[in-house]
């Protein structure tokens, strides 16, 4: 007879590892919070207007082919390549930066700002793409049963990176360039960890490999949640039932074991083996009430920024505007240092528009455009008050209109607000931090929560603040840690 497993939460790393373990044979069940799967892989559809609600794009493909492969099914969705990746406006500039992988078309653009960029980038990407070599194996895609094994595992790594931990991406880029927009532009994708370049290590310079030569970016046709549609409906035909509007809140032990979860109107959900997509540190703290993850214990980790996000529809087009697009500040240095306690400035380091619609004219009416606009902020740790969400919205959208040549604040027939209360409430995400616990250096690798509880042997998790960290490819390699954890227990149980 098929072991049965619940999963807690239908994020990414939830619907991987239930689509991995169902192709074992296990008999997977998925219980999630909300109407709908995908956690922050998610999207609103109102008033004729689709947007995604968090990850617009990604990288890392190979992951989500080696998953298929794994489960014995193709692909559920469509990739589409972008290049240029994005765009970034520097305000004061008439100029938009396009980068483009192909680095000598990148490298025109630059002519006037970095003498000898091409070289200068190309000698970078070169270590970059060597730290990721003699990395990734070694310290992402693989468990830890000790600290005394992750310790082990790093002294493979080849000696010669041992400076970068003590750097950090900003002062690492400032190595091999100069000027402040190139510096700046190739330190953006420190934010997509959820912290800024001065906070977060030069190790992470092995993304701007990724980035630019080894596979690049892709969105999804038709919008990022076709990734978690296709996800479900592979699910469903290997037969998992989900739970929809079941939000766990409390437990029963035995025998040193997980026997069940109850949820918030006392149904028992009971399982063999247990898996929790939901946050690895807010739920054992919240549900499982560990001391060491109480929320005295949780304020003092590190955690990511929050994110004001807003999702606006406007009764015109766009051509002069991409599909992924950065407008960077006068202030990014001063800000980006302070982003996280420091609440009391409409001017911000930088925002992101997202033109869904751009690619996907089924996401919009015709003659209208969806934008969806990110901007770093602080969690609730450092802002608890949003009440001036709006002004400082109103702000950005003059900001955007004023560089673009168009008025959009006049052109808005939809808008919906995120601040980081909402994403807390929605996603249960501790202080609203966007992506969980940070990845500095005490909390990467073995030092973040573990995939395994720590009292009850058949109780595993999954997800960004577990390892190997955030972002949507390190969830679907996560699921493949943590489906070894649970064959590993399965096997002798």
Not at 298 to 320: D, E, H, R, V
Request: glycine share 8%; proline share 4%.
């Amino acid at each position: 007879m098929s072991k049965k497993v619940i999963i807690v939460g239908a994020g990414l790393g939830g619907l991987s590892t239930g689509l991995r373990l169902a192709s074992r044979g296990f008999e997977v069940t998925i219980l999630e919070k909300n109407s709908n799967a995908g956690g922050r892989l998610n999207q609103i559809k109102e008033g004729g207007f689709t947007f995604d609600t968090g990850p617009s794009f990604f990288s890392m493909t190979y992951e989500f082919d080696e998953l298929m492969q794994d489960c014995g099914i193709q692909t559920p969705f469509e990739f589409v390549e972008l290049d240029p990746l994005y765009t970034v406006n520097f305000r004061g500039e008439n100029q938009n930066y396009y980068l483009y992988k192909n680095v000598q078309k990148l490298a025109e653009q630059f002519a006037d700002k970095e003498p000898d960029f091409e070289n200068k980038f190309r000698a970078y990407l070169k270590y970059c793409e060597s730290l990721y070599n003699d990395t990734v194996d070694v310290a992402i895609k693989q468990n830890f049963d000790s600290l005394f094994a992750y310790v082990k595992a790093l002294m493979q790594v080849n000696p010669k990176h041992l400076p970068v931990l003590l750097k950090s991406f900003w002062n690492q880029a400032g190595k091999y360039f100069k000027s402040k927009e190139v510096r700046q532009i190739v330190s953006l994708i420190a934010f997509f960890l959820g912290r800024t370049p001065f906070d977060t290590n030069a190790i992470y310079t092995l993304l701007s490999h990724i980035e630019f030569t080894h596979n690049g970016y892709y969105n999804v046709k038709g919008g990022m949640y076709k990734i978690v549609e296709g996800l479900v409906d592979e699910l469903k035909k290997k037969g998992v039932t989900f739970l929809y509007n079941t939000e766990i809140v409390g437990f029963e032990e035995q025998g040193g074991e997980l026997s069940s979860l109850l949820d918030q109107n006392g149904r028992k959900h009971h399982a063999d083996i247990f898996v929790i997509n939901s946050d690895a540190a807010y739920f054992r703290g919240k549900v499982l009430k560990r001391k060491k993850f109480s929320e005295p214990k949780l304020k003092k980790m590190s955690w990511t920024m929050g994110y004001l996000t807003f999702y606006i529809g406007i009764n015109a087009k766009l051509p002069q505007v991409e599909h992924h697009n950065y407008f960077l500040g006068n202030n990014y240095e001063d800000y980006s240092r302070d982003v996280m306690k420091n609440p009391g400035t409409l001017e911000k380091p930088y925002y992101y528009v997202n033109v869904l619609s751009k690619h996907n004219q089924e996401c919009a009416p015709e003659g209208h455009e969806a934008l969806f606009f990110v901007c770093p902020v602080p969690n609730l740790l450092y802002k608890k008050d949003w009440s001036d969400k709006d002004e400082i919205i109103d702000s950005i959208l003059k900001d955007f209109s004023e560089r673009i040549g168009e008025d959009v604040s006049s052109k808005v027939v939809f808008r919906k607000v995120y601040t980081p209360k909402e994403w807390e409430q929605q996603f249960n995400l501790f202080a609203g931090s966007g992506l969980g616990l940070s990845h500095d250096m005490l909390q990467i690798g073995a030092l973040r929560p573990k995939n395994f509880d720590e009292e009850f042997k058949n109780t595993f998790y999954v997800g960004a603040s577990t390892i190997p960290g955030a972002g949507l490819p390190m969830a679907v390699i996560s699921s493949k840690l943590t489906v070894e954890r649970v064959m590993g227990y399965s096997k002798v149980n």
